[in-house]
């Protein structure tokens, strides 16, 4: 008998004009990036914290502490690697992913086909198993003001 969990994941973080635009692990044209330790990914370091959540693993921030100079501008994309790998060694799989990222700029319905595509084998599922959805805040606070850019993730993991 398979055994599963599910984990939620919240993550934000502030756009500035000095940085590249990462989410969902591909770089997108914009005139704003998102200041982080790592490379900002808030997509997928939501993506992260549901993983470690369902895993009852703690946080992305307990594990890639962003005091410690190993990940200071590391590619989200091996912090996922390394989530699904830690999740694994307790013996889960991930089952499937369903992310909101909230954003009024850039547009994003463009960009999901190929984000999914991205993550996908990085987690070891087929594309059809991630979902990412994009939305606004319809102008209300620091999202809508363009502050930031925030995402939320769900998954489900399997035993």
């Not at 939620?8 to 997108?28: C, K, N, Q, T």
């Not at 044209?29 to 900002?40: F, M, Q, R």
């Not at 549901?50 to 501008?73: C, N, Y």
Request: with cysteine; glycine share 10%; hydrophobic share 45%.
């Amino acid at each position: 008998m398979s055994k599963i969990r599910v984990g939620m994941g919240y993550d934000v973080h502030a756009l500035v004009s000095d940085r590249p635009l990462w989410l969902g692990g591909i770089r997108l044209e914009h005139t704003h990036g998102l200041k982080g330790h790592s490379d900002a990914d808030v997509l997928i370091h939501a993506i992260c914290d549901a993983l470690l959540g369902a895993a009852a693993m703690r946080d992305i921030g307990f594990h890639f502490p962003d005091t410690s100079d190993q990940f200071e501008g590391i590619d989200s994309k091996i912090l996922l690697q390394r989530t699904v790998k830690l999740i694994a060694e307790k013996g889960w799989r991930v089952g499937n992913v369903d992310a909101t990222v909230c954003a009024e700029a850039p547009k994003l319905q463009r960009h999901i086909p190929t984000m999914c595509a991205t993550l996908a084998p990085i987690m070891g599922v087929d594309v059809d198993d991630v979902s990412i959805k994009a939305t606004t805040t319809e102008r209300l606070g620091f999202t809508g003001r363009r502050e930031g850019i925030s995402a939320y993730a769900v998954v489900l993991i399997e035993k």
